[in-house]
């Protein structure tokens, strides 16, 4: 999975350090929630279906130059690749959801349960233990693959931005089909609601309406500009604007949820560590394992082992809502997930 020769450039200084961008940006917005906590309360209320609206905004800026990108020539050729779809949607759907209830079962069930004493009281008024609760939110967040922010994370790889799109396309519908299903198995949940508003909205705003405005604003520019103006003025000119959307998001989302975080350091530790391993098992195995074993390309490889790797947080979050309450151990476990 080698990239092919001449395919490196120098990173800019801002590029160089994103890693460093975003830790404070991620510690800006649980500053910011904390300090004024009445902004953020403010902000997040502006919602639809779950779906926060100013997140949505800085989402549509940190997609849009990404989609603008796009030779859609490409996406018909990627099309014709089923092998990294197949190895997404078997890790999605096959793989993932059984790992997570096993290792956030073992970690959280077994090996940090001493530190997870008491009960809480669901939604419907039934009583749980507090362990099973958080292991719930761990399910929530392994049943809901990626299908926004893998766009970026792709980007910044340097994958085929065209496969990205069909994956996450094909990931999107698969997961109208089998959420419930899957969720409900492993929740023991005979009727498991399913957040269609959610699904279909996130799917729309994030990744539709940036898709459309990017194809007609490339086909735009190309047939009055020439495809020489586009791609070494227009595209130069947009360069910045996904990376500074994405740490605006960034600071959007832990200023709504860093309350969350700050109340609970602990709790948050012991949720974090199951899903950091998942983490990092899901992309190891989609990544180093089947994708070599497939004889992926590097450009195809990369955002294969990410989406998988990915959680749809949002939609995680509105089901935990749904099912157990606000207030739930199982709706702060898919908090976590946004952490991580």
């Known amino acids: 999975m080698a990239r092919g020769p001449g395919t490196e450039r120098r990173l800019s200084t801002f590029e160089k350090y994103l890693t460093l961008w975003v830790a404070l940006c991620i510690v800006a917005g649980i500053v910011l929630g904390a ?19 100013p997140i949505a905004i800085a989402l549509f800026f940190m997609m849009y130059p990404i989609m603008v990108k796009i030779d859609f020539a490409e996406v018909l050729k990627a099309a014709r690749t089923p092998k990294p779809v197949a190895l997404t949607l078997f890790i999605n759907w096959a793989v993932k959801p059984f790992t997570m209830y096993l290792i956030a079962t073992f970690f959280l069930g077994y ?46 790889a340097r994958g085929n931005d065209g496969l990205t799109l069909i994956m996450v396309a094909i990931n999107s519908l ?47 520019i190309i ?40 109340e609970n350091p602990l709790t948050i530790l012991w949720i974090a560590v199951p899903l950091i391993i998942q983490t990092l098992l899901i992309f190891t195995l989609g990544y180093f394992g089947l994708a070599r074993w497939l004889g992926l390309p590097y450009r195809d490889a990369a955002p294969a082992g990410m989406i998988g790797a990915s959680n749809h947080f949002e939609v995680a979050i509105a089901t935990a809502t749904i099912l157990f309450g606000l207030a739930s151990g199982a709706a702060l476990a898919t908090v976590v997930g946004v952490l991580i």
């Not at 939604?123 to 507090?130: I, N, Q, R, Y």
């Not at 498991?192 to 490339?218: D, N």
């Not at 959307?245 to 600071?251: D, E, I, M, R």
Request: with cysteine.
């Open 223 to 262: 047939q009055r500009k020439g495809i020489a103006w586009f791609e070494t003025k227009f595209i130069h000119l947009l360069t910045p604007v996904s990376i500074v959307a994405l740490l605006g998001t960034l600071v959007l989302l832990f200023t709504f949820k860093g309350n969350v975080i700050v």
């Open 35 to 53: 300090v004024a906590p009445g902004i953020a309360i403010a902000l997040d209320s502006f919602s639809v279906y779950q779906v926060s609206i």
């Open 111 to 156: 090996v940090f349960v001493p530190f997870i004493p008491g009960t809480e009281v669901l939604a419907d008024g039934s009583t749980v233990e507090l362990w099973r609760s958080y292991v719930s939110g761990c399910i929530l967040l392994g049943i809901a693959p990626c299908t926004a922010m893998v766009l970026m994370w792709s980007y910044l």
């Open 174 to 220: 698969t997961m109208l089909v089998l959420y419930a299903p899957l969720g409900g198995f492993l929740l023991g949940v005979n009727a498991m609601p399913i957040p269609w508003e959610t699904i279909l909205l996130s799917v729309a705003i994030y990744v539709g309406l940036p898709l459309l405005a990017g194809y007609y604003t490339r086909k735009w």
